[in-house]
C-alpha cells in the first residue's frame, strides 16, 4: 500500500521555509518490519520526518519534494518500509533523523541501513570559485531489532565495500583473510559496546561504511527511478 498522497508535499506550514532552507535532503533506504506492524505503529515511528515536513499524518507527508520520486511507502503485505523521499530542511533536521531511529528499532525484523544526502542548494557548481565547496554531506543511518543485527548490516556493507575495491588488483579467491579480519574486527567492536547505553543508537557520519562518506569526489547523484 503507498501511504503517500499525490497532492502533498513540503507544506507552506512546514517549520522551514523554502526561502532560509538551505538543503535538500534526501532520505533513502527499506526497512524490513516485524509482522503483525500495524500503519499507526509506523506513522508514529516516523513523525519525525512528516512532522518535520509540516505534514498532519503519515499519509499526508508521506509524498516527496520531488514528484518523480515514490516518497515514503507501507508495503504491509511485505512488511516492508520503503523510503525515497526528499525533503527541504537545515542542519536541525539530524534530530529528527535520530529520533525516527530511535523508534523504527523497536519496529525493524532485521537490521537496514538508510542513506541521508544533504544536497546544498545554494551551491552552483558551474559558477562556483575551483577551491569552493559544497556543502552536501552525507550519512549512513542504521536500524535494526538488537544491536547484533546493527552490526551485521554494518558488516555487510564494509565487506561489500572493501571486496569491490581490492578486486580491481586481487582476485575474489584471495579475499578470504581480509572478510576474516572484517569478522574479527566487529567482534572485537561489539564485545566492547555491547554493555554500552550508545550501542542501540544509529552511528552517524564516519560511523557508515567507507566509501560513503559526504564531501569530497564531487556531488553525489540524485538516485534514479
Known amino acids: 500500500m503507498r501511504v503517500s498522497d499525490p497532492g502533498s508535499g513540503h507544506h507552506p506550514d512546514s517549520n522551514m521555509s523554502s526561502y532560509n532552507a538551505p538543503f535538500e535532503i534526501h532520505v533513502h533506504g527499506q526497512v524490513p518490519l516485524r509482522p503483525g506492524t500495524r500503519f499507526e505503529q509506523l506513522q508514529e515511528a516516523l513523525k519525525p520526518l512528516w512532522k518535520y515536513a509540516g505534514a498532519r499524518s503519515l499519509a499526508d507527508g508521506a509524498a516527496s519534494a520531488y514528484e518523480e520520486e515514490p516518497g515514503i511507502e507501507y508495503d504491509g503485505k511485505a512488511n516492508l518500509l520503503r523510503m ?15 529520533e525516527m531511529c530511535m523508534s523504527l528499532n523497536e ?10 544526502t544533504f544536497y546544498d542548494v545554494e551551491f552552483d557548481e558551474d559558477e562556483a570559485p575551483e577551491d569552493a565547496e559544497s556543502r552536501d554531506d552525507f550519512l549512513m543511518l542504521f536500524v535494526g531489532p538488537t ?32 572478510v576474516a579480519e572484517i569478522d574479527r574486527l566487529f567482534s572485537q567492536r561489539f564485545d566492547a559496546l ?7 543508537k544509529p552511528p552517524r557520519g564516519g560511523g557508515g561504511a567507507p566509501g560513503h562518506g559526504g564531501g569530497s569526489g564531487g556531488r553525489r547523484p540524485r538516485h534514479l527511478h
Open 84 to 98: 525515497c523521499w526528499t525533503v527541504v530542511g537545515d542542519e536541525d533536521f539530524r534530530q529528527s533523523l535520530d
Open 107 to 116: 519496529l525493524a525484523e532485521a537490521g537496514a541501513a538508510i542513506e541521508v
Open 147 to 178: 544491536p547484533a543485527a546493527i552490526m551485521q548490516v554494518q558488516r555487510d556493507l564494509l565487506v561489500q565495500d572493501v571486496v569491490n575495491l581490492m578486486e580491481r588488483h586481487f582476485d575474489g579467491s584471495e579475499l578470504g583473510g581480509v
Open 194 to 200: 555491547v554493555s554500552s547505553l550508545e550501542i542501540g
